[in-house]
C-alpha cells in the first residue's frame, strides 16, 4: 500500500511550482535625458523577455502534464538562456531529468536551483525524494526538516518523512507525519486524502497486534 501511495502521490501532485509574476529591479533612472532613454529601452526589453520566459514556462508545464517531455525539456532550456537567475526553471529541468531516470543530471540542477536560491522547499524537498530512493534516509531527513524550517505548510516534506519513518519501522512517526500532510495539503484530491486515511488505520492497525 505504501507502494500505492507514492504512485498517487506522484500522479496527483506532480506538477511544476513557478511563479507567474517576475520582479526585476532597474537601475535609478539618472536625470541625464540620454541616459533615461537608453534605460527605458533596456525596460522595455527586459519586460519583453520577462513575458516570453512566462509564456515558455506556462507552456513546458503544458507539455510535462501531457508527459510530452522533450518539449517541455525545450522550452524549459529557451527559458533558461532567457533568464538563467530563475532557480524554478532549473528544478523543473530537474524534475524532466528525472523523470526520464537521469538522476545524476536531475541532481545537478536541483543544485543549480539552490544555488541560485537556497531557501527553496520544493527543490530541497526533489533531492530528499532521489536520496530516499538511494536508501540514503539520513540525508534525506535533513533535507525534508530544513524545507519545513523554511515553510512549514509546505506538505510534501510531511509526506516524505511519513514514508521514511515507515520504511524504519516507526509507525508512531509515520502515522504523525500522515496526518500532518493531510493537514497542510489543501488541494489533494479526495482519492489521495482516502488512500492516506486507510493506509494511517492500517498502521494504526498493525501497531496495536
Known amino acids: 500500500r505504501t507502494i500505492i ?12 511550482a513557478y511563479q507567474k509574476i517576475f520582479s526585476k529591479k532597474l537601475q535609478d533612472i539618472a536625470i541625464s535625458t540620454v541616459k533615461t532613454e537608453a534605460i527605458s529601452v533596456r525596460a522595455t526589453r527586459v519586460n519583453e523577455r520577462t513575458e ?18 522533450e518539449d517541455a525539456w525545450v522550452r524549459f532550456s529557451t527559458a533558461g538562456q532567457l533568464d538563467p537567475v530563475d532557480p524554478e526553471i532549473w528544478n523543473n529541468m530537474g524534475l524532466i531529468a528525472k523523470k526520464r531516470g537521469d538522476y545524476e543530471k536531475a541532481h545537478e540542477f536541483y543544485e543549480k536551483a539552490l544555488q541560485i536560491k537556497p531557501d527553496y522547499p520544493e ?12 536508501g540514503d534516509y539520513d540525508a534525506a531527513t535533513l533535507l525534508l526538516n530544513k524545507a519545513i524550517s523554511i515553510n512549514e505548510e509546505f506538505p510534501d516534506a510531511y509526506f516524505h518523512l511519513a514514508l521514511i519513518a515507515e520504511k524504519k519501522d516507526d509507525l508512531d512517526s509515520a502515522v504523525d507525519y500522515y496526518k500532518k500532510f493531510l493537514q497542510k495539503a489543501k488541494d489533494v484530491p479526495m482519492q489521495l486524502v482516502d488512500e492516506i486515511r486507510m493506509h494511517v488505520t492500517d498502521i494504526s492497525t498493525d501497531r496495536m497486534l
Open 5 to 16: 501511495l507514492i504512485v498517487v502521490l506522484v500522479g496527483s501532485l506532480g506538477y511544476f
Open 52 to 69: 516570453e520566459v512566462i509564456k515558455l514556462k506556462e507552456s513546458a508545464v503544458k507539455s510535462f502534464k501531457l508527459n510530452n517531455l
Open 123 to 134: 527543490c530541497l524537498n526533489n533531492i530528499a525524494v532521489i536520496d530516499i530512493e538511494n
